[in-house]
């Protein structure tokens, strides 16, 4: 009887598991002889030697490829590990389990940290992701609350695991919502950093903590003003300029022609959450309106039942959406 363990470094285990532990069972199912016990990232295997030694070098091959972009499936698990294995009448069922894209059962988009799936959670936010997948350029309109910007950063995350892409890079207009932070002390990027912190909060709960430090230190991900893309040309990745609406005409202008022959750019922003002065417009007025027939360009209009936050949030922007309510207001306070 031998004992022997294999550590998996780098990926999360659940990307070597799957949703449920669904691969980790179907290779329980392929080596009936084995005891094979997965405690985090560690996995154990105790029985005959041969067999051991054998199931640890195929779990060593399947963990390798999956670290250099495969994409964790059935097809993948039967070129390691045997397909006669994998067609097994009897083996779990694998229909609805993770895909490239999207699940179909529950529309997962990719698995954050913890294993936390990361959903697409209504029907706009799955057409968001589907029109990314087709489209070079998706505008993804709409309020506060409907998950544009954190399905967008989760689709171009999973990109970025699948090695689709080299970088991701996240930008927003350094407007001021109400309250100035120029007086902050500290260097440029201590100034900046509160405008650009949704775009933090949503790569934390999709990239473990000392991978995302990696990744921020060699520029794989990009966090930055809207004014740092002048002049610079876009390629190779998936760029996402959220806060869109507070954006001028030639700022937008500006962004959209920096893309490169394989890049992605996906524009996020709220009409109703304008923040420019009082006499400039907005760019992504115009951009939407300009744009919406170039074919590789898509719309997509989410609403107030998309929102994923708080249930009080939904009510809270149908009462300021509501110009009855506030004329009701208005004639009682002149009564």
């Known amino acids: 009887m031998a004992e022997k363990s ?128 087709k489209n070079d350029i998706v505008f993804a309109l709409g309020p506060a609350g409907t998950g544009k910007t954190y399905t967008a950063v989760a689709v171009a995350v999973r990109a970025l695991k699948n090695k689709e892409i080299k970088r991701i890079i996240l930008t927003r207009p350094a407007v001021e919502a109400g309250e100035s932070l120029g007086f902050l002390p500290g260097d440029l990027k201590e100034k900046i950093d509160p405008y650009l912190r949704p775009l933090y909060d949503a790569l934390d709960d999709m990239i473990p903590p000392d991978k995302l430090k990696l990744y921020l230190e060699n520029r794989t991900i990009e966090v930055a003003p809207l004014a740092f893309m002048r002049g610079r040309t876009l390629d190779n990745c998936f760029v996402i300029l959220d806060e869109a609406q507070n954006t001028t005409d030639n700022q937008i202008k500006m962004f959209l022609t920096r893309m490169g022959p394989s890049a992605k750019l996906i524009i996020t922003g709220d009409m109703s959450q304008v923040d420019l002065p ?14 919406e027939r170039i074919k590789g360009i898509s719309m997509v209009v989410l609403n107030v039942d998309d929102v994923v936050r708080h249930r009080l949030v939904k009510d809270i922007i149908k009462a300021y959406d509501s110009p009855s309510d506030d004329k009701q207001h208005h004639r009682e306070d002149h009564s």
Not at 61 to 66: K, S
Not at 101 to 107: A, F, R
Not at 278 to 291: C, D, F, N, P
């Open 6 to 133: 294999y550590l998996i470094e780098e990926l999360h285990p659940l990307e070597i598991y799957g949703a449920n532990n669904v691969y980790l069972d179907k290779i329980k199912h392929i080596y009936p002889k084995l005891r094979l016990i997965a405690r985090g990232n560690e996995i154990k295997a105790i029985g005959e030697e041969n067999e051991v030694d054998i199931v640890m070098k195929k779990i060593d091959q399947f963990v390798h490829l999956i670290s250099k972009g495969r994409e964790l499936n059935d097809s993948l698990l039967g070129e390691v590990f045997g397909k006669e294995s994998i067609n097994s009448d009897d083996m779990p069922n694998m229909n609805g389990m993770l895909n490239h894209n999207i699940d179909t059962d529950n529309n997962t988009i990719l698995l954050g940290n913890n294993g936390k799936p990361i959903k697409a959670r209504t029907a706009n936010q799955i057409k968001l992701v589907k029109e990314i997948d």
């Open 278 to 291: 009082a006499k400039q417009t907005s760019g992504l007025l115009k951009a939407t309106r300009i744009l």
